[in-house]
């Protein structure tokens, strides 16, 4: 009797685990298969080391993934970046800052960490307005310009910086483009346009 009852529990443990794993979203899981085609193509060493991060995030990505279903009904014909950046020091975390960006809006999510959840924020930028947000954003900025003239934005992480940074993030940048389909880049250290070396 004991030992049905240990093989019951058990039974119900896995289909618990399994009714868990499949309520991830399937926009979700495109944009984590583009996350780690981004790091079997990226020329950083650095990009090796986010396999752990990116299980996790799975598990995370939904409280902001219906954002992007929404902004692709609202505004078809924009691209939206979704940019994940992860801290650098911080081995197997999720995203600790996430923003999701269509032309005149920009959403922000920071996580927090006691309440294991993203809060979020919204306001009202423009492209242009984006490097006035104390340069933050100026990466999206031009992720977003190239991908409206149709450039092949993620062919050449080296052209946006390199992974000769001491702190900072690992971000991915993914693109949900117009025609539904999802790009992405990894980047260790974003460097602005002034100070690039091209």
């Known amino acids: 009797m004991k030992q049905t009852f240990v093989i019951l529990l058990n039974l119900a443990f896995l289909i618990l685990v399994g009714c868990k794993t499949a ?6 899981k495109r944009i984590n298969i583009a996350n780690n085609l981004s790091i ?4 950083f060493q650095s990009a090796n080391s986010m396999g752990t991060e990116l299980k996790r995030q799975l598990q995370f990505r939904d409280e ?6 929404e902004l692709r009904t609202s505004y ?4 939206i970046i979704l940019t994940e950046s992860y801290m650098f020091i911080c081995l197997g975390c999720v ?8 032309d005149g809006i920009l959403y922000e999510y920071t996580y ?14 423009s492209v242009e307005d984006l490097v006035f947000e104390g340069g933050a954003q100026d990466d999206i900025k031009e992720i977003y310009e190239s991908v409206v003239a149709n450039e092949n934005w ?3 992480p080296k052209k946006y910086g390199d992974e000769n940074c001491f702190d900072g993030s690992q971000t991915f940048y993914t693109v949900y483009k117009t025609d539904n ?9 974003w460097t602005p346009t002034d100070f690039r070396n091209e």
């Open 23 to 28: 309520k991830i979203s399937e926009l979700n």
């Open 40 to 43: 079997e193509k990226s020329p």
């Open 64 to 69: 902001y993934a219906n954002k992007l279903t």
């Open 76 to 79: 078809p014909n924009k691209p």
């Open 95 to 102: 995203a600790d800052y996430v923003s999701i960006f269509t």
């Open 112 to 125: 927090d960490s006691s309440l294991k959840k993203y809060k979020e924020k919204s306001k009202q930028v």
């Open 154 to 156: 993620n062919k050449n």
């Open 181 to 189: 389909q999802i790009e992405s880049m990894y980047m260790r250290c």
